[in-house]
């Protein structure tokens, strides 16, 4: 039975107890209302962060049904949809719940983690850049997503443009060239006017133009002057120069109220000394859009306009005057020739002769059209006639006949004109671009080369890592095996020296890959190239009725090489001309001291080489396939894999080389490469091989790959070595640490070159030279790219 009745010290503490009670109430009160005025703010901050974003910003339940928009995405729907909550968004987006296509919000929705694409809104006439992601409640269960749709199509229309400009524009200057880049500039600044002009005088106040664009068609050029108009503003200052209330600034002009022109931008063409030839400007009836951006689009336009416009004027030049064109004519290394509308000749530039061999009397006979090779001949000679009848200018890149049966590609202007006497004639000016279609193909096989690169390398290097592993383990079994003596059956032995084999194999394909990619850098030494040869011949040729004749001097040249990639490249030479000669033959090996300039028409830099020439006897290779030889994975052969001849050009050029081929049908093939050279030869170092010998210590291994761990412990215990390990370079780094303030240190470190996601060793190497300046440290890698690896 409790107490009724309490003496007054139990009420008094009573009362303390109640009032400690009241107070924790009291400040758990305060401490509740702060957190809830705490997320109020935080919410409220949140929206409003959400609501300065000019993008779309939607929050979506599990079922597309908008919960929340931002200010951006309510400016947007709300005049024709009002209130958005409640919507579903495809109604927004699509006007439809059943879009043509699957929308990218739906995969997050049904529990993708994330979307990011960008999609052509034909409802909202534009291109958006959509990203996605979900929402979770506390209990990590998905409520909905979270989305945010950014208006990209300024930047699309902007893109598109300049790809016009730089894939489907003319080649060279003329009028459907500037009337090309007059549209797409329109279009790029989205503005309604553009043209560009030039001026036939230094005094530069009339401006004639050469092409105008003028509501979404061409119009008729006129002649401007701009004194009193918009221009004379552009011409003070090289770079771009824009303004608004066009007419209130220059009212006497015409051209801005024939317009109605607001605003405009422009910049002054310059030639290759800096002197004004003209000037290229934008109009439009209202305000111009994002300016930073409309600045760099008309630099990248005047540019090239510039370059086209000074080509022109430098044409018309010619026809100025007969004399003077026919001076410049006479000395030429241009092919001109003038032609009557039916392709007979008139006038042959001595250079034609020179250029394609044939005698000035001998060309007379020929008809131009008969000088294309038959392929082009389909394309240009329905048009040829009536073009030159109607006066058009027009350009084309065609291939000539050499005397020497040899096909030349020439990139020709034909200039139709009206004599004196009413006859009709054209002028064709050809340019040999030979060779710049030859270097055009160079740098189009080496991106092919980059790019087929990344994925080799990738594939190549976690390939090595699982090799490393099998070729170790094999290693160690043999030991092993080797140990335990007369205990091993000597099939064993065979079997891991087959598999043994298989690896190296393996390794040498594994190369072939890295050779495409940045690990494929050389590791570079200083050597003879005549070594190489002898050496590779007698390997390459075991077996092969094919006789090689070698040219080696003594005095060659040094040259700084990867040993192992370039003996690549000579056994692939060597391998491909012995497969070029199933009958026998005799193949000529070749190697001379040069030194090249720029007068030798090579893409290398002047100075001392080491020339090779590798020619066999073979059938040759048919002209089609000639330019394709070095490309991955391109292979007349059965069983080849594409690789030899692209892996000899990738090694090549990674040692700041060059390599050319040469080939006729029935007679063989000479493939010649080039070596920087060094002037001094080297003695060579003689290396010895050595027993692997037991011994004692700690040794701490610093490697992420399991498999590669676990065979390099088994490798290292078997030689009487205590074996650490550690997954990263944070790890190893302690570790050594530890050991060294223990008076245990470790004897040596092997760390791995690069640890994804974590310190790799070439920065570990750094602290542990920090904690031991007398550390004993190895690094390894699939790649050779590092200073690390690379360096002699």
């Known amino acids: ?202 005094n530069r106040s009339i401006a004639h133009t050469v092409a105008v664009w003028a509501q979404g068609q061409y119009s008729d050029n006129f002649s401007w002057d701009i004194l009193n108009a918009p221009g004379s503003q552009v011409l003070k200052t090289k770079g771009p120069c824009w303004g608004d209330e066009a007419q209130a600034h220059y009212p006497l002009d015409p051209l801005l109220t024939k317009w109605n022109i607001n605003s405009f931008i422009g910049i002054p063409l310059l030639n290759s000394i800096g002197q004004i030839i003209g000037l290229i400007i934008a109009m439009d009836q209202g305000p111009l859009r994002n300016l930073p951006l409309a600045q760099s689009i008309l630099g990248v336009f005047a540019v090239r306009a ?164 099998v070729f170790a383990n094999i290693g160690l079994a043999k030991m092993l095996s080797a140990k335990d003596g007369a205990l091993t059956n000597p099939t064993t032995i065979e079997r891991l020296t087959a598999a043994e084999k298989a690896c190296l194999r393996a390794r040498d394909l594994t190369k072939q890959l890295l050779t495409f990619a940045k690990g494929g850098t050389p590791v570079k030494s200083r050597t003879s190239i005549a070594r190489f040869v002898n050496e590779t011949v007698g390997f390459s040729l075991r077996g092969s009725n094919v006789r090689c004749d070698l040219l080696l001097p003594n005095d060659l040249w040094s040259v700084e090489v990867d040993e192992g990639q370039m003996s690549q490249v000579i056994q692939n030479l060597i391998i491909n001309a012995d497969h070029a000669m199933p009958d026998g033959g005799v193949l000529k090996i070749e190697a001379e001291n040069m030194t090249m300039d720029t007068s030798y028409g090579l893409p290398i830099k002047s100075g001392q080489y080491v020339k090779v020439s590798v020619q066999d006897q073979g059938s040759g290779i048919h002209p089609d396939n000639l330019s394709k030889i070095f490309d991955p994975y391109f292979t007349t052969k059965q069983k080849g894999n594409g690789l030899g001849l692209a892996t000899t050009y990738s090694i090549i050029k990674r040692h700041e080389g060059h390599i050319t081929v040469h080939s006729e049908i029935g007679i063989g093939t000479t493939f010649v490469f080039y070596l920087p050279a060094l002037e001094k030869i080297e003695a060579e170092i003689v290396v010895e091989e050595t027993q692997v010998s037991q011994g004692t210590g700690r040794v701490l291994v610093m490697e992420d790959e399991e498999d590669i761990r676990d065979t390099l412990e088994a490798m290292l215990v078997h030689l009487g070595y205590e074996v650490d390990f550690a997954m990263d370079g944070a790890v190893a780094i302690e570790l050594y640490r530890q050991a060294h303030e223990s008076g245990q240190p470790y004897l040596a470190t092997i760390m791995d070159l690069t640890i994804p996601g974590g310190i790799g060793g070439k920065e570990a190497i750094h602290h542990l030279k920090a904690i031991d300046p007398n550390v004993v440290a190895l690094v390894s890698s699939g790649y050779s790219n590092d200073p690390v690896i690379a360096a002699p």
Request: charged share 30%; aromatic share 10%.
């Open 1 to 202: 039975m409790s107490k009724v009745h309490q003496t007054p010290q139990e009420l008094v503490d009573e009362v303390t107890t109640l009032k400690e009670r009241i107070a924790q109430l009291e400040a758990s009160e305060a401490k509740r209302k702060r957190a809830e005025l705490t997320l109020r703010a935080a919410a409220e901050e949140w929206e409003q962060s959400f609501n300065a974003l000019t993008d779309d910003v939607i929050i979506l339940d599990k079922s597309g049904i908008v919960l929340w928009a931002n200010k951006a995405t309510r400016d947007r729907f709300e005049s024709t949809h009002g209130n958005l909550l409640g919507l579903d968004y495809r109604l927004l987006y699509y006007g439809t719940l059943q879009p043509n296509v699957r929308p990218p919000w739906d995969s997050v929705l049904q529990g993708a983690l994330s979307a990011a694409v960008e999609i052509s809104l034909q409802k909202l006439n534009g291109w958006f850049s959509v990203s996605c992601y979900p929402l979770y409640d506390i209990e990590g269960k998905q409520w909905g997503a979270i989305s945010i749709i950014k208006d990209i199509t300024d930047r699309r229309r902007v893109e598109e443009a300049l790809r016009d400009i730089a894939q489907g524009a003319p080649a060279a200057g003329g009028a459907a060239f500037f009337r090309s880049l007059v549209k797409d500039l329109s279009k790029a600044l989205d503005v309604q006017y553009a043209f560009l002009a030039e001026f036939p005088d230094a």
């Open 306 to 469: 510039a370059s086209e416009l000074e080509r022109k004027r430098a044409e018309e030049a010619l026809r100025d005057n007969e004399e003077r064109y026919r001076a410049i004519a006479e000395h030429a290394y241009d092919l001109i020739f003038e032609i009557q509308p039916n392709g007979a000749l008139l006038y042959l530039s001595p250079s034609c002769g020179t250029v394609l061999g044939y005698d000035p009397k001998e060309f007379r006979q020929y008809n131009f059209l008969d000088l294309l090779h038959p392929d082009d001949q389909d394309i240009i000679n329905p048009e040829f006639e009536n073009n030159i009848r109607q006066l058009h200018d027009w350009q084309m890149e065609c291939r000539l006949h050499h005397q020497s049966g040899e096909w030349r590609w020439f990139e020709s202007h034909v200039k139709p004109f009206r004599t004196t006497t009413g006859d009709i004639v054209a002028v064709v000016v050809s340019r040999d671009i030979t060779e710049r279609r030859r270097i055009d193909e160079e740098r189009l096989r080496a991106t092919k080369l980059e790019s087929i690169g990344i994925l080799a390398g990738g594939i190549a290097h976690d390939f090595n890592n699982i090799l490393t592993a």
